[in-house]
């Protein structure tokens, strides 16, 4: 793997993830991560969006005028998001509903038209792919993430009603972690989602800070950068 494409995947799903450094698409974010499930249905979709406008942006990059550029990528975006609303309608209708009009949405999140034409538009298609592969695992990482944290705190198990996105043979795969666990309101409702999230992004930057702190320990000067050194009169 050359270097380009490490950088493009570090980029996605950690240093300029969308969700934790960008911060977009937090609407359908905070609103359907009550749960893992409900993340990671909502995630994928996104994933399938991104990755294929992406690539669908590269492709037609050197035939689109500028100043039509932004309504025609619209249009790509909503063509691929009413496929993967009509395959959810099909496969996992019951998810389909509880994700509801969040699904439709994923057309106006800033996330996927901001990678087609800050990106996709001036690359080649396999690294537009690669692009949006990784920011699509990277807001998908959140989601799962914050899902688990609001599911375990509120409801005390993990995994539960696997079986609407997987089907029957998830249907066993609930994690009871807290037996006899009464719930915790507060994580299911939206004010919940809003602190989580701001506990995650504040982890990520104080892991980062951290990271920048031992780098400047173990390299002082090459990370301070060379200061010039005004020196007068003769030097023998």
Known sequence: MST???????????????????????????????????ALGLGFATLLVLVGSNLLVSL????????IRLPVFVMIIAALVTIAELTMQALTYELYQILGIFIPLIVTNCAILGRADAYARKNPPHLAVLDGLSMGLGFAAVLVLLGAMRELLGQGTLFADMDLLLGPMAKNWTLVIINDYRGFLFAVLPPGAFVGMGLIIAAKNTFDQYQKTQRLKAHPLSEAGSKRVRVTGTIA
């Open 4 to 38: 380009q494409q490490t950088k493009i995947i570090m980029n996605g799903l950690w240093e300029n993830n969308p969700a934790l450094v960008q911060l977009l698409g937090l609407c359908p974010l905070l609103a359907v991560t009550g749960s893992v499930v409900n």
């Open 60 to 67: 037609i990059r050197n035939k689109v005028a500028d100043d």
